[in-house]
């Protein structure tokens, strides 16, 4: 249960986090601005976080490339995210959000060669299904530009949790945290003075809450698979859904249409059968070996 809070407070404030960078957009900040003071005001959080749970000596690391491979996914990712919640309504890109499952089983099909059975793939069909009767393209609810800019994101997001597996077989969360934090301070600080502004008072307390609300996040994120295994914690990540809409609402969006809800119907759906199949996979060997070995 404390797993769970955990992961729900996450999710809270990750959407918390996106909505005030769409509010921060339309206030003329640039995403660029977003993602340095996302990282630079987090990186703070994660500094007290690492000192209180292993001293900073236990950030050492023999793996600097593999980090810095993941900073730029990360950041890659992070970036398209962003955009999506400029470019597209909070609900409908949060439910675009929800493929990064489908196409981590796509990946690791093609590029980890992990078996994938007929359910796992009509999963997938499920999910791209959804995506189709949420943005439904003959109609024009949404930019064509926004969505490419979600599914990209959800892509990138999937790429990443693959490096994050390599990862962490290796690295305890606080020290991939940490390095994905300092490491992305370099790239977004050699921007920085190419996209920085001056803002007003109410400008710099939403970069300010972007910053903290992220940090939170990535930290609840890492603390609740502490606690339990993700099969567990997964299914509060769909409740991104009721806060990006109520929050949507909130700052003058409109509430979702019908197409939207079905659409996420679906590609939850699929998603919450993909994570059931993987813990399925999962204890699969540990019964055969429990079965050889009963002693």
Same mark, same amino acid.
């Not at 987090?42 to 236990?58: C, D, K, N, Q, T």
């Not at 999937?158 to 490096?163: D, E, G, R, Y």
């Not at 204890?283 to 002693?295: D, K, L, T």
């Given at each position: 249960?404390?797993?769970?809070?955990?992961?729900?407070?996450?999710?809270?404030?990750?959407?918390?986090?996106?909505?005030?960078?769409?509010?921060?957009?339309?206030?003329?900040?640039?995403?660029?601005?977003?993602?340095?003071?996302?990282?630079?005001?987090?990186?703070?959080?994660?500094?007290?976080?690492?000192?209180?749970?292993?001293?900073?000596?236990?950030?050492?690391?023999?793996?600097?490339?593999?980090?810095?491979?993941?900073?730029? *996914?990360? /950041? @890659?990712?992070? +970036?398209?995210?962003?955009?999506?919640?400029?470019? #597209? &309504?909070?609900?409908?890109? %949060?439910? !675009?959000?929800?493929?990064?499952?489908?196409?981590?089983?796509?990946?690791?099909?093609?590029?980890?060669?992990?078996?994938?059975?007929?359910?796992?793939?009509?999963?997938?069909?499920?999910?791209?299904?959804?995506?189709?009767?949420?943005?439904?393209?003959?109609?024009?609810?949404?930019?064509?530009?926004?969505?490419?800019?979600?599914?990209?994101?959800?892509?990138?997001?999937?790429?990443?949790?693959?490096?994050?597996?390599?990862?962490?077989?290796?690295?305890?969360?606080?020290?991939?945290?940490?390095?994905?934090?300092?490491?992305?301070?370099?790239?977004?600080?050699?921007?920085?003075?190419?996209?920085?502004?001056?803002?007003?008072?109410?400008?710099?307390?939403?970069?300010?809450?972007?910053?903290?609300?992220?940090?939170?996040?990535? *930290?609840? /994120? @890492?603390?609740? +698979?502490?606690?339990?295994?993700?099969?567990?914690? #997964? &299914?509060?990540?769909?409740? %991104?859904? !009721?806060?990006?809409?109520?929050?949507?609402?909130?700052?003058?969006?409109?509430?979702?249409?019908?197409?939207?809800?079905?659409?996420?119907?679906?590609?939850?759906?699929?998603?919450?059968?993909?994570?059931?199949?993987?813990?399925?996979?999962?204890?699969?060997?540990?019964?055969?070996?429990?079965?050889?070995?009963?002693?």
């Amino acid at each position: 249960m404390f797993a769970i809070a955990l992961r729900l407070t996450a999710v809270i404030c990750l959407s918390v986090m996106f909505v005030m960078v769409r509010l921060a957009s339309q206030r003329g900040v640039h995403v660029v601005e977003s993602l340095f003071y996302r990282q630079a005001l987090a990186l703070p959080i994660v500094l007290v976080w690492v000192a209180m749970a292993g001293g900073l000596h236990s950030v050492r690391t023999r793996r600097i490339g593999v980090h810095a491979s993941r900073m730029m *996914l990360g /950041l @890659t990712g992070m +970036l398209l995210n962003f955009l999506s919640y400029i470019l #597209l &309504p909070p609900a409908e890109a %949060a439910t !675009i959000g929800f493929t990064m499952p489908i196409f981590g089983t796509i990946l690791s099909a093609l590029i980890l060669r992990e078996a994938t059975g007929i359910h796992r793939w009509s999963a997938v069909l499920i999910g791209f299904a959804g995506v189709l009767v949420m943005i439904r393209p003959d109609a024009g609810h949404f930019p064509l530009q926004g969505v490419a800019v979600a599914i990209a994101a959800a892509f990138a997001t999937a790429c990443v949790s693959l490096v994050l597996r390599e990862l962490g077989r290796t690295e305890a969360a606080g020290v991939v945290v940490f390095w994905f934090t300092a490491l992305s301070m370099i790239p977004l600080g050699i921007a920085m003075p190419f996209f920085a502004q001056a803002h007003d008072a109410l400008t710099w307390g939403l970069l300010l809450l972007i910053g903290l609300f992220g940090g939170i996040a990535q *930290l609840c /994120l @890492t603390a609740a +698979l502490r606690w339990a295994p993700v099969s567990v914690v #997964l &299914p509060m990540d769909y409740s %991104a859904i !009721i806060w990006t809409t109520l929050l949507g609402v909130a700052i003058g969006e409109n509430w979702p249409m019908a197409t939207t809800w079905i659409g996420a119907t679906l590609i939850i759906a699929s998603g919450l059968y993909i994570a059931w199949r993987e813990h399925v996979r999962a204890r699969q060997p540990a019964v055969s070996s429990a079965a050889r070995h009963p002693g």
